[in-house]
């Protein structure tokens, strides 16, 4: 089993940056990708961006270019680097861990707001 623990959401104002952090513990060899996805209301989730064992690195469309993924692989941990916030980015943000069995994070709140 994998745990993943997200922190770092918060209110931010539109043009603003916020960093999010994901820890991983458990049987984090099982892991191949890590990814960060992302559920406003009344929307489906979708997928933000991820970063392969191999650190390869893919993003959507909507945030490419404002958005950075990257890991600490001593510390277990991704990060999701957001720049230029919009009001659009506001959403719940969910850490997922590509394996075997798909873990998710707790989740935690974005919003762009003035």
């Known amino acids: 089993q994998v745990q993943l623990v997200e922190s770092g959401g918060g209110l931010v104002q539109p043009g603003g940056s916020l960093r999010l952090s994901c820890a991983a513990s458990?049987?984090?060899?099982?892991?191949?990708?890590m990814g960060w996805y992302r559920q406003a209301p009344g929307k489906q989730r979708e997928l933000v961006a991820y970063?392969?064992?191999?650190?390869?690195?893919n993003y959507a469309d909507s945030v490419k270019g404002r958005f950075t993924i990257s890991r600490d692989r001593a510390k277990n941990t991704v990060y999701l680097q957001m720049n230029s916030l919009k009001p659009e980015d506001t959403a719940v943000y969910y850490c997922?861990?590509?394996?075997?069995?798909?873990?998710w994070g707790q989740g935690t709140q974005v919003t762009v707001s003035s």
């Open positions: 970063i392969t064992s191999g650190d390869n690195t």
């Open positions: 997922h861990a590509y394996n075997p069995s798909g873990s």
């Open positions: 458990g049987s984090i060899f099982s892991i191949y990708a």
